[in-house]
């Protein structure tokens, strides 16, 4: 069964930088594609970043050149640089994964994923 856990977020300044991370147990899935998606209230869910098997990595205009997506593949574990964060920024953030053992190519609608962590909040003050 794989399940994913986030942790790292909190409450920051604008300007300030979190990083987030997403252990992936069960994920046997070490070249499978996996992201992270964020949701603000009464807005829909977003990603915000995404990494395939060979770690090419793809963003939104929002986030491009604050946001960097990375991977330990030796650890399942999924984690997302957030830097020069803004309070548009705030929202519940989410680590979610493929299922296929391998991908190509960075995907950052919902769709593509099959699993879900419980998602972390990450609150920036002006």
């Known amino acids: 069964q794989v399940q994913l856990v986030e942790s790292g977020g909190g409450s920051v300044q604008s300007g300030g930088f979190l990083r987030l991370s997403c252990a992936a147990s069960?994920?046997?899935?070490?070249?499978?594609?996996m992201a992270w998606f964020r949701q603000a209230p009464g807005k829909e869910r977003e990603g915000v970043a995404a990494?395939?098997?060979?770690?090419?990595?793809s963003y939104p205009n929002p986030v491009k050149g604050r946001f960097t997506i990375s991977r330990d593949n030796a650890k399942t574990t999924l984690y997302l640089q957030m830097n020069s964060l803004s309070p548009e920024d705030t929202a519940m953030y989410y680590c979610?994964?493929?299922?296929?053992?391998?991908?190509?190519?960075?995907?950052?609608?919902?769709?593509?994923?099959?699993?879900w962590g419980q998602g972390t909040q990450v609150t920036v003050s002006s």
């Open positions: 990494i395939d098997g060979l770690g090419s990595t």
């Open positions: 069960g994920y046997t899935s070490s070249r499978g594609c």
């Open positions: 979610a994964a493929r299922r296929y053992s391998y991908c190509s190519g960075p995907r950052l609608e919902q769709s593509e994923y099959d699993y």
